[in-house]
């Protein structure tokens, strides 16, 4: 890697610039600021362009408007070159130049940083050393390959350190992956921008951060249609392969009545706590090692269908005993019990530094929505589609059958109806014996079901209530409502007051 500071030279030509801007943090970072990721309108912008234009490089261009003849030789990249990129540092949709300054070419890099900030030769040599010895090689892994070698026919990857980044900490704009003739302020090259202010801590997170957006760039060059929640969940999944547990799941873990494919920014960082653990619990859920993992991710990402359609064919493709339905609702179970379950392609909980981050927070597992001092008990509430919620009932010490029932409110819309999955969860609080699962057969969203207490000594009975979309239910669709549902619990052979059989009935009539 080359790293002088000769006078500052303009290079003629443009290559690959990894723009580095921090969008996440671990836990430990939680001392200092927290970080801001980039918005998700680039996710969205970049799908309006994949509709408009076909991805073409500058020389694919140059050969079809002058009829094969190419542009002039361009001079390599050098140390000390300087370029100017279009930033929108104030969040405002509006681009200027801002110049910067080539500091070092690595292996797969280049790392410009913006001209007039000081940032010492070591810190720039550790930002080019983690990308090229492991965010690279182990991102390629995981998720594919990135455009390569992309718009400006260079393999390097851009890597931009700038300053005064007003709403965000870093980000990669799917624009500079088009032509100037079609998006007149793009920087023609595979870039992501980065954050000086966040070097600060690069020893422990830089690789993290770096992956992140690495990943929504390889994303990008898969499915640039892609759903902003999956790509997100993608490159959550990518900082966990670092085995970070991010802050974002505490905010998650206190307000986790979140549509989980229904991004939101401006509800702080819960739905980033919420792809992440959903992402980490579907990999560890498909498959039993690593190999059966990569290949699961990998075909996520390549899978040209989007949201839960994409997830859908790489777990079939991969032959995964599972449907996103059953994956979804072991993940409510498994959030609300704090453990893992045992299914038929190995153990669906998280990894082990998700289950270890887990145990640490006072938040998880998830509160239930409402406590009975005993198995009698009556619930209303409502609830997101892609959501999910519990109530738990004590068990005496000499439990006898329990009367479960259970009606939600049928919804249609154009793209398909809802529909609930309720789970019996039997758990000892001392953890002691292992949690016992069943899961209620409901017709039109409503039935009842007698269950046997499992004899051991349980505790507990958790009633975990997975309220799924359709499959094609669109992601971001603000119009799907939130849907009543009533819950009772009692002992078997007991009959319902003639109220509660009313309240029973009435919500289980269409709307």
Known sequence: MEDRHPSVRRAPGVALV???VWSFVGVGMLQGATLRPGPSRLREKGRLLAERFARESRAEVARRERGGVQEADRKPPQVGDEESFFLDKDDTGTKTPIPAVLRLIGRRCYVYVEKGQEVDRAK???VAKAFDESV????TVWFGSEWTPGIDGDPRITLLLVDGLASCDGYFDPEDEYTREKCPTSNEREMVVLAISRLEDMADFTADLLAHEFQHMIHWSHDPREATWVDEACSMYAGSLYRHFPFTVEFFLKNPQRCLIDWDDTVEWSHYGNV???MNHLVRAAATDEAGRRRLVRAVVASRRTSIGGITEALQQGGVPLTFNEVFRTFAAALHLGASLEGPA???GFDPHVAKGLAASK?????PMRSFPSPLGKVKGRTKMWSA???RFRLPATPRPVCVSFAGRSFEGKRGRNFFDVGLLFVDRQGKLAPQVSWMTLRDNAGETEAEVPAGGYDDLLVVIAHRGPLSMPANEKKWPTVPFQLDVR??????DADAVRRFEELHQEP
């Not at 002992?491 to 319902?496: D, I, V």
């Open 18 to 20: 990894l723009v580095l």
């Open 124 to 126: 720039v040599t550790a």
């Open 136 to 139: 690279y090689p182990l991102c």
């Open 276 to 278: 992440y653990l959903f």
């Open 346 to 348: 190995g153990t669906l």
């Open 363 to 367: 938040n998880s597992p998830l509160k």
């Open 389 to 391: 919620g519990a109530v």
């Open 491 to 496: 002992p078997a052979g007991a009959s319902p």
